[in-house]
């Protein structure tokens, strides 16, 4: 019998996103902010899978999918390591790297309690700044700046 | 001059604008301090929602309003309207939008007035929006500076008071930045300026200095800048006694300072300035809330486009 390797413990796809290095912690948010529980595509993950750079890291597999940029750079902000691997019968075809994005809409709360958006039912919208090398986001309604370490998702 | 920035366009933010814009509004503010009384505003509905009392304000907007013949609709105090109700904030802007041609308003929640613009369809003048920004402060802050140094640019402004907080004081800064200031700081250790705008002066190449006394650097000065301390930012109320009475202008630090110096202050006053300089010609304050009444004129005629 031919030993699995750690890549083979998901099966592979013949078309498809393979989204990989996504923190372990942060696999559900993944699947939330792309929607995933919401399309009918056959999907596949794995987490807890020992990742030198990561510990312990999640990877998702979906068929017949392939994301627009927008779309999947919206996980920059919490799997900033998520590497795609776009699949075309069986082959990897292209590797993209995930970028931030300039504005986040959703996804972010704003780390001010006298936001409005924190009062009424207002999705929280960010510009996206780099502050000595760390990311910020500087919220579009009351202009106060959320660091990385105060970023808590919505 | 570009007017056309300013057509149908809400006034949020100061962050909004640039340099030119800011002098657009200049100069179309001096026009109506020459012609204050016109009727171009004959037919509009101008509503003034102040979702908190600021009387100040509020009657600053509405003289401006009645001298170009506009209507006013609005509430003083959300605690006599539908939002005492529980109606949403979108709910109220977008029915009162349905009955005025612009809207003034002034709300307690930070990013209130952002949120309000984009569910409004007519344009929505940002009268304070909790800590964050009072844009028609800002300018005719910065219309009273031009006025008394006839030039905005590299003056020496001192800022005096509590810069910690005081949102009139961060958005001065920034609109000055535009204008090659030196800028000096004094505040009690407890109030300085936030390292955020600190940062901004840093990288912006623009020089600043703490103190600790007014009379530091009032002999160079051209604009002293005084905002009020306030009480309830102090949880030791022996510190507040202290630090109260040792940011206080008196007319005789007034003595040996610059011509062109001039004293401003947002208003209210409690007892930063002593009422012994009031009668200085060197006290500009009440002036400066005057030409509030253009600079507000300015902006709705601007972005109606009425001018
Ligand atoms: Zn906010």
């Keep these: 019998?031919?030993?699995?390797?750690?890549?083979?413990?998901?099966?592979?796809?013949?078309?498809?996103?393979?989204?990989?290095?996504?923190?372990?912690?942060?696999?559900f948010k993944v699947i939330e902010i792309l929607s995933l529980d919401k399309i009918d595509k056959q999907i596949t993950f794995g987490t807890n899978l020992e990742s030198k750079k990561l510990g312990r890291k999640a990877i998702i597999k979906i068929s017949d999918k392939f994301f627009e940029e927008d779309e999947i750079n919206k996980i920059a902000l919490i799997a900033p390591d998520a590497k795609l691997n776009i699949i075309k019968d069986y082959e990897v075809v292209e590797k993209k790297v995930v970028k931030l994005p300039k504005q986040i809409h959703g996804i972010v709360k704003c780390v001010n309690p006298k936001c409005i958006t924190n009062y009424e039912d207002v999705p929280p919208k960010f510009t996206v700044l780099e502050k000595n090398g760390k990311v910020a986001l500087k919220c579009n309604y009351c202009e106060k700046i959320t660091d990385e370490e105060n970023i808590k998702l919505l | 001059m570009s007017k056309e920035n300013f057509l149908g366009r809400s006034l949020v933010s100061i962050l909004d604008y640039g340099k030119d814009d800011y002098l657009t509004i200049m100069e179309v503010a001096k026009h109506f301090e020459a012609n204050p009384v016109q009727n171009i505003l004959s037919g509009k509905v101008i509503a003034t929602l102040?979702?908190?009392?600021?009387?100040?304000?509020?009657?600053?907007?509405?003289?401006?309003?009645?001298k170009l013949n506009g209507k006013i609709i609005g509430f003083t105090d959300a605690s006599t309207s539908s939002v005492k109700k529980g109606e949403s904030l979108k709910d109220t802007i977008q029915t009162v939008a349905n009955y005025s041609d612009l809207i003034v308003m002034r709300h307690p929640i930070e990013g209130s007035a952002r949120y309000a613009s984009e569910v409004s369809k007519v344009p929505v003048v940002n009268a304070g929006d909790g800590a964050n920004q009072h844009p028609t402060q800002t300018l005719l802050d910065l219309y009273s500076i031009l006025k008394t140094q006839n030039t905005l640019d590299n003056l020496e402004i001192t800022l005096v008071g509590d810069l910690k907080y005081g949102r009139t004081v961060h958005s001065l800064i920034m609109a000055m930045s535009h204008?090659?200031?030196?800028?000096?700081?004094?505040?009690?250790?407890?109030?300085?300026?936030?390292?955020?705008?600190?940062?901004?002066?840093?990288?912006?190449?623009i020089p600043f200095a703490e103190f600790e006394n007014i009379t530091d650097t009032i002999k160079t000065t051209d604009i002293l800048y005084v905002t009020r301390i306030q009480k309830e930012r102090f949880s030791d109320p022996i510190e507040y006694e202290k630090v109260k009475n040792s940011y206080v202008l008196r007319n005789e630090m007034l003595e040996g300072t610059k011509d062109n110096l001039r004293v401003l202050h947002p208003l209210p006053r409690v007892n930063e300035i002593s009422t012994d300089v009031d009668s200085n010609p060197k006290a500009y304050y009440f002036q400066q809330a005057l030409n509030g009444v253009y600079v507000r004129q300015?902006?709705?005629?601007?972005?109606?486009?009425l001018i």
Excluded: W
Excluded at chain 1, 2 to 18: D, R
Excluded at chain 2, 50 to 66: D, G, I, K, M
Excluded at chain 2, 180 to 201: A, G, I, Q, R
């Design chain 2, 298 to 305: 300015a902006i709705i005629a601007l972005i109606l486009g």
């Design chain 2, 50 to 66: 102040f979702f908190e009392p600021s009387t100040r304000t509020r009657l600053s907007f509405e003289s401006a309003v009645n």
């Design chain 2, 179 to 205: 204008f090659n200031p030196k800028f000096n700081l004094v505040s009690p250790p407890t109030l300085k300026l936030p390292d955020e705008y600190k940062l901004f002066l840093k990288e912006k190449n």
């Design chain 1, 1 to 27: 019998m031919v030993k699995e390797n750690k890549e083979l413990k998901v099966s592979a796809i013949k078309e498809g996103t393979v989204i990989d290095h996504i923190p372990a912690s942060k696999l």
